[in-house]
């Protein structure tokens, strides 16, 4: 029999998971997928949704118990994040100075609430499998099965001293009456419940992306006691924040009391411990009219925000069905006008996105990479726009098709096809010097026998989302209109037009002059439901 180790009082972080066998040495993580459950053999199944804080909480909950040796990651991807290739990346690279995962593709994977050695300990430990868009229950059960009979006993290593974490008992008397400060909170929060323990976990939080710190811990049973003891520390100030922390440390508790599903921010259900789909106050329905939503802004930063809460309030509740994945989304056309898009914040301080990535994204779009890497990807934008494919007989075709397409074809098979990368960027700045007031220059990423028709080898290929750029050279100032088919707005369009705005201003240098307005217009613009307590928070 394999070595184990008693862990009566694991596991010692809070989650929405499954405890089954504490001396199983397997661990699930079933990734986005809320809806698979495993019920026999395993230490611990659920779901991870974020590429640090929920990694983090796996990493502490393995430490803890040296008798898991496998992590299991099936289902799929959380939409707009990559938490299984996190794991993969962080098992193989380990993590940099900053605490990053190194090659993860989501933008947060900063792991700031766990220590190196515990990194290094808990790659030490485990062996991370590999069944990433998996969501067959019995294949996954058969796979713990065959990790059960390679069990090599409990983890003997001595256990690294973990991050300490300032734990709060809600000693706080509710009898008692307070009044916030009128102050700006550089803070958050996330409620959870440990049923175990039967109590309610408050988790203090502060600064966002690559500089989020867990302050404390908030522990008690009631609402009440908790929402002083936070008070009482001065860990909040803002009387809506405190309010709206209130809400839901009161529906915390009635879910505790009353052994329901409690999600942050998502409506209690009596009926289900599980909802299908957050419920978002929202001015649109189903049946209303889908029509775009406009924005206008002075800076980037300003605009994210708005846009933000435009379209939680007025976006749609449309349903994404996928063979992959399936979930539901605050959906609508958008348009985003930004008047001084070079003029900071350019970030907006609760956005995710790092300047450091930004800045390599936009020189990716500028000047791109080598071949190789390039080459690497189904598209890139420097390839679409700075080294776009087409043919020189494209150009000698007809409006419809004849016997004179044939002819072209033969010609161009006995003498060769002209190949033609076209730099459309520079195209467009050679056009305005020579024109400056032409104002049909239209910069195509779109190859349609390759990204409208999926065949063969293309068949599960991406294609762009950026569809086309617009430069208008107006009243000495470079004008620039972006039409994407789809983006993701709380992720997505930070990096978007952080990086679209750049080449704006690339191609004013070149021009000489100064950079005008920004206008982003997405047929779809979106934010998934696994991004709704942070849009929240970006409103409040």
């Given amino acids: ?43 611990i199944s659920g779901p991870c949704r974020t590429e640090n804080l929920g990694i ?6 393995v430490l803890s118990n040296p008798n898991i040796r496998f992590l299991l990651l099936c289902g799929t991807e959380p939409k707009g994040h990559f938490v299984g290739q996190a794991f993969l990346s962080l098992m193989t690279n380990g993590i940099d100075a900053d605490m990053r995962i190194i ?50 006993g409990a983890f003997m290593e001595k256990q690294v001293v973990a991050k300490k974490v300032l734990l709060l008992e809600a000693d706080y008397d509710d009898q008692k009456q307070w009044t916030p400060d009128d102050k700006y909170d550089d803070n958050w929060f996330t409620i959870a419940l440990d049923k175990q323990n039967h109590r309610i976990v408050a988790e203090h939080y502060v600064g966002y992306g690559g500089q989020t710190q867990l302050c404390c811990k908030i522990v008690g049973t ?5 929402a002083g003891t936070i008070v009482k520390h001065k860990k909040i100030t803002r ?24 999600v942050q921010e998502t409506d209690l259900t009596v009926a289900s411990h599980h909802t299908s789909m957050p419920d978002v106050p929202s001015t649109a329905s189903k049946g209303a009219a889908y029509s775009p939503i406009v924005v206008r802004a002075a800076t980037i930063a300003e605009a994210w925000q708005k846009s933000v809460a435009a379209l939680m309030n007025h976006g749609h509740d449309r349903e994404v069905k996928a063979p992959e994945y399936s979930c539901w989304s605050k959906d609508a056309p958008m348009f985003i006008t930004i008047e001084k898009p070079m003029a900071e914040p350019r970030i907006h301080p609760a956005c995710l996105l790092q300047r450091s990535m930004a800045d390599e994204y936009a020189q990716k779009i500028i000047h791109g990479v080598d071949p190789a890497t390039e080459n690497e990807f189904d598209y890139t934008y420097f390839s679409r726009l700075r080294d776009y494919p087409d043919v020189e007989q494209r150009a000698e075709l007809r409006n419809r098709g004849t016997e004179h397409d044939a002819e072209i074809i033969a010609e161009a098979v006995k003498n060769g096809v002209a190949v033609k990368r076209l730099d459309q960027v520079q195209l467009a700045i050679d056009t305005l010097r020579k024109d400056p007031t032409r104002r049909s220059i239209v910069l195509s990423t779109w190859i349609p026998i390759r990204d409208s028709i999926k065949f063969g080898k293309r068949e599960k290929t991406s294609s762009p989302c950026l569809l086309s750029v617009h430069p208008q050279l107006v009243d000495g100032k470079l004008h620039m209109f972006v039409v994407m088919k789809t983006n993701e707005l709380f992720n997505g369009f930070p990096l978007n037009a952080y990086g679209f705005t750049l080449l704006q201003k690339y191609m004013a240098d070149q021009l000489g002059v100064a950079v005008g307005s920004y206008t982003h217009f997405s047929v779809s613009m979106q934010i998934y439901e696994d991004l709704y307590e942070s849009a929240r928070q970006v409103i409040a």
């Fill in 222 to 226: 009631t609402a009440a006691s908790i």
């Fill in 103 to 152: 090659g993860a593709k989501g933008v947060m994977p900063f792991l700031k609430n766990v220590t190196k050695e515990e990194v290094e300990s808990f790659k030490r430990q485990i062996t991370v499998v590999d069944m990433i868009g998996n969501r067959n229950v019995d294949d996954v059960m058969n796979k713990v099965e065959e990790l059960i009979a390679m069990d090599p």
């Fill in 56 to 61: 983090e909480k796996i990493i502490k909950n």
């Fill in 239 to 262: 009387l809506y924040h405190a309010a709206y922390l209130g809400k839901e440390l009161q529906k915390a508790e009635i879910a505790l009391k009353n052994d329901l599903d409690f």
């Fill in 1 to 43: 029999m394999p070595e184990k180790v008693d862990v009566s009082s694991w596991p010692t972080e809070i989650g929405r998971y499954n405890v089954v066998d504490k001396q199983s040495p397997v661990a699930v993580c079933t990734l986005g997928d809320v809806d698979i459950t495993i019920k026999n053999d395993v230490a």
